[in-house]
């Protein structure tokens, strides 16, 4: 069963840092891009940062540019999250491309089609 299983979110204070992981199985996951993506109630799926299925690449949202990074190592993709703030309260989903080595990953849900259960980020100001 193919499957990616998120986790490290919590509760932080505005300036805070976490780490979330998203580990992945059930098949080959690096020759695919891969992205996290974040919902708050009321809001729609927004993408966060994505990385190249090579991991030569890294693409991030205007507004976590500068402060999250997007990395991959073996069956694993971290999101370090640095100088949290409270508008980064959602949560937050890892996902695989829908297409295997894509020159460069896209920003909507409909280029992906696995993902994770999620996992909760809250910062308090």
């Known amino acids: 069963q193919v499957q990616l299983v998120e986790s490290g979110g919590g509760m932080v204070q505005a300036g805070g840092s976490l780490r979330l992981s998203c580990v992945a199985s059930?098949?080959?996951?690096?020759?695919?891009?891969m992205a996290w993506f974040r919902q708050s109630p009321g809001n729609e799926r927004e993408f966060v940062a994505a990385i190249k299925w090579s991991g030569t690449s890294t693409y991030y949202s205007e507004h976590v540019e500068g402060r999250f990074t997007i990395s991959r190592s073996g069956a694993t993709t971290y999101l370090q999250m640095n100088s949290l703030k409270p508008e980064d309260t959602a949560v937050y989903y890892c996902?695989?491309?829908?297409?295997?080595?894509?020159?460069?990953?896209?920003?909507?849900?409909?280029?992906?089609?696995?993902w994770g259960q999620g996992t909760q980020v809250t910062v308090s100001s």
């Open positions: 059930g098949r080959t996951f690096n020759s695919y891009a």
């Open positions: 996902a695989t491309d829908s297409n295997r080595q894509r020159n460069k990953p896209g920003r909507a849900p409909e280029h992906y089609d696995i």
